[in-house]
């Protein structure tokens, strides 16, 4: 059974910075593809970074050059580094997994129904 459980959310001041954590367990970590969500009350799901199973990483416009995704395939846990944090960054955070990722499209591998794993989410906010 697939578990993702994320860690590291918390509340900051706009332009610091947070490191959010997905331990992982359950599968075979370097078979998939793994990526960072977020979604505010009331407005759908968004994809803000994932990375390939080999590595490769797409990044949301939204935050490129503010967030790194990384994952260490020996501890099985994948990061979203977060630096100048924005207002707008606030929302529930959340990890996906999944093995079957057949698109190199951008907008479908920052679709939530791209992945058919998931956590509970950690909640990010940020004030101005």
């Known amino acids: 059974q697939v578990q993702l459980v994320e860690s590291g959310g918390g509340s900051v001041q706009s332009g610091g910075s947070l490191r959010l954590s997905c331990a992982t367990s359950?599968?075979?970590?370097?078979?998939?593809?793994m990526g960072w969500f977020r979604q505010v009350p009331g407005e759908e799901r968004e994809g803000v970074a994932v990375i390939s199973n080999d590595g490769r990483t797409t990044i949301a416009d939204s935050v490129s050059g503010r967030f790194t995704i990384s994952r260490d395939n020996d501890k099985k846990t994948l990061y979203l580094q977060m630096n100048d944090l924005k207002p707008e960054d606030t929302a529930m955070y959340y990890c996906?997994?999944?093995?079957?990722?057949?698109?190199?499209?951008?907008?479908?591998?920052?679709?939530?129904?791209?992945?058919?794993?998931w956590g509970q989410g950690t909640q990010v906010t940020v004030s101005s």
């Open positions: 996906a997994a999944d093995f079957n990722v057949q698109t190199d499209k951008s907008w479908l591998l920052l679709h939530p129904r791209t992945y058919s794993y």
């Open positions: 359950g599968y075979t970590v370097t078979t998939f593809w």
